[in-house]
């Protein structure tokens, strides 16, 4: 095949390919600029053709694509750019035309530089839509952040669940150790739960704990604070930072909390007649060390004290 022959299929072959093509000659002017570059840059070959590169691009001066030019042209030095580094360098769409432009194609560059029969070295710019693989990629981190959070919440209450209280504990106890901090603890059980179940049926017992357990987290001040749906109608809650006294304050302010929602509870076997919680309080301090489960099994101790004691109380252990 002779030259003329070649010079259609080239620009066949150019027309046809699926990525972006600019070249550019030694002066940086565009000697080439296919199809594709057209419709997504909604701007014809001929009206860059010959133009100086930082004229047409003056956004990109200085910046990672402008050195891979220099690199190819001046050291015949390829350069691949990602998309996550170089996000977008080119202002092109999925429909240029269109009189609204919607969000840039995401690119991944490569800048290759070209010999042309003797001539001064020229660079080839390819420009690859990767905007699928972008979304993609964002949809999986999105469903592995969702199937992460799922792991970590109660699925009814959408407060922590037992596995996230568990690492929780752990953090917190290293924290308290390192900073000679005191760490509290509090259990929290609904009275007479099973009651309410078989009174009010087990709709209305996911609802009553819905309610509790929101009412719980909506007096929680801190990030660090934290409440755990620990199992059944019991709770537990992490206070980095809090002494027993202050932790004494908050198991009551959240007693009464409980109290202010009214929750009927006609099988409570108490005199208020209404959903109420029991508390137990620990607190471990410098004088008062304890490991997780030597915490854990004081607030519990404590809240079967204030059961023992007719519920809709609080009281308060120093682990062992």
């Not at 047409?56 to 390829?78: C, K, M, S, W, Y």
């Not at 003797?118 to 199937?147: F, N, T």
């Not at 009010?200 to 309610?211: S, T």
């Amino acid at each position: 095949m002779n030259g003329t022959g070649r010079l259609p299929l080239l620009e066949g072959v150019l027309a046809a390919v699926d990525l972006g093509i600019i070249v550019l000659d030694g002066a940086r002017r565009v000697v080439l600029w296919n199809q594709w570059m057209s419709r997504h840059s909604g701007t014809a070959a001929a009206a860059v053709l010959g133009q100086d590169f930082a004229t047409l691009f003056p956004e990109l001066r200085g910046r990672r694509v402008d050195a891979a030019i220099t690199q190819a042209l001046e050291h015949n030095f390829p350069s691949l750019l990602s998309q996550t580094l170089n996000r977008s360098p080119f202002a092109l769409f999925a429909n240029a035309s269109a009189a609204q432009r919607e969000e840039r194609l995401q690119q991944a560059l490569a800048v290759t530089p070209l010999a042309v029969d003797g001539a001064p070295r020229h660079c080839m710019i390819e420009i690859h839509d990767v905007s699928i693989a972008v979304g993609r990629e964002k949809l999986l981190r999105q469903q592995a952040l969702e199937l992460r959070s799922q792991s970590f919440s109660d699925g009814l209450t959408g407060v922590a669940n037992r596995r996230h209280f568990d690492v929780a504990i752990d953090k917190e106890l290293r924290r308290a150790k390192r900073n000679g901090s005191a760490l509290s603890l509090l259990m929290i059980d609904i009275d007479h739960f099973k009651n309410f179940n078989d009174h009010y049926g087990h709709q209305r017992g996911d609802e009553c704990l819905v309610r509790v357990a929101s009412a719980l987290s909506g007096m929680l001040q801190r990030a660090a604070d934290l409440i755990a749906r620990y199992g059944g109608e019991e709770f537990v809650l992490i206070l980095p930072d809090t002494n027993a006294e202050q932790a004494a304050h908050m198991a009551e302010a959240l007693r009464a909390r409980v109290i202010a929602l009214h929750i009927p509870h006609a099988a409570s076997g108490v005199e208020l007649k209404q959903v109420t919680v029991s508390i137990g309080v620990a607190t471990r301090t410098l004088a008062h060390p304890a490991e997780a489960q030597e915490l854990i099994g004081a607030a519990d101790r404590a809240l079967y004290e204030a059961k023992r004691g007719g519920r809709n109380r609080i009281a308060t252990q120093a682990p062992a």
